[in-house]
């Protein structure tokens, strides 16, 4: 028969509350630094991703004019010379 040691459960308490007050711990650092972060990035002159796309977009269609209307000029001045 098994007896229950008195020294092992005010350890194994001890262990399992140390390990709550460590995660506790972690998630207060993970946020602070998350905050930090997000303060951070929004000091800086950063352009969104959805920005970011619509300016390439934009970028891509003036190319591509910008060829098509080369192309037709160099038609234009091949048929005057």
Same mark, same amino acid.
């Given at each position: 028969?098994?007896?229950?040691?008195?020294?092992?459960?005010?350890?194994?308490?001890?262990?399992?509350? =140390?390990?709550?007050?460590?995660?506790? =711990?972690?998630?207060?650092?993970?946020? =602070?630094?998350?905050?930090?972060?997000?303060?951070?990035?929004?000091?800086?002159?950063?352009?969104?991703?959805?920005?970011?796309?619509?300016?390439?977009?934009? =970028?891509?269609?003036?190319?591509?004019?910008?060829?098509?209307?080369?192309?037709?000029?160099?038609?234009?001045?091949?048929?005057?010379?």
């Amino acid at each position: 028969m098994q007896t229950r040691n008195k020294f092992m459960d005010d350890v194994s308490q001890l262990m399992t509350n =140390a390990m709550g007050v460590a995660q506790g =711990a972690k998630d207060e650092a993970d946020n =602070a630094l998350k905050s930090w972060m997000d303060r951070w990035l929004s000091e800086r002159d950063f352009v969104t991703r959805e920005e970011f796309d619509a300016v390439r977009a934009m =970028a891509q269609k003036a190319r591509e004019e910008n060829e098509a209307l080369k192309a037709r000029l160099d038609i234009l001045e091949g048929k005057s010379k």
